[in-house]
Nanobody
């Protein structure tokens, strides 16, 4: 019932910036907690950032705190991830996720917390 589509990935030099977008479509609920995850070659999928149903609360992985900013525009049903000061180690496929549950409102940081996933967008940071 929920479709997530990521966009905004690409190639950027170290120190540069990108903004990822995640467009959501759902029939019966207009907002829900969401998050960003990433998976680099040879590594497990890891939590990047999470945001509550209304955007009031956010959570970040230590590796991105201070460089990345998660936000959402519920009127547009879109979540964003602004990535500044990018490093080569940020290179990964970035996935948008949503926790679609009747009581879901807060922030979540584990893959098992999320019900729906996008197909991912590639972010490559060159040295």
């Amino acid at each position: 019932q929920l479709e997530l589509v990521e966009s905004g990935g690409g190639l950027v030099q170290a120190g540069g910036s990108l903004r990822l977008s995640c467009a959501a479509s759902e029939r019966t609920r207009n907002t829900y907690p969401m998050g960003w995850f990433r998976q680099a070659p040879g590594k497990e999928r890891e939590f990047v950032a999470g945001i509550s149903w209304n955007g009031g609360d956010t959570k970040y992985a230590d590796s991105v705190r201070g460089r990345f900013t998660i936000s959402r525009d519920n009127a547009k049903k879109t979540m964003y991830l602004r990535m500044n000061s990018l490093k080569p180690e940020d290179t990964a496929v970035y996935y948008c996720a949503a926790r679609w549950a009747v009581d879901a409102r807060g922030t979540y940081d584990h893959t098992d917390d999320y019900t729906y996933w996008g197909q991912g967008t590639q972010v490559t940071v060159s040295s």
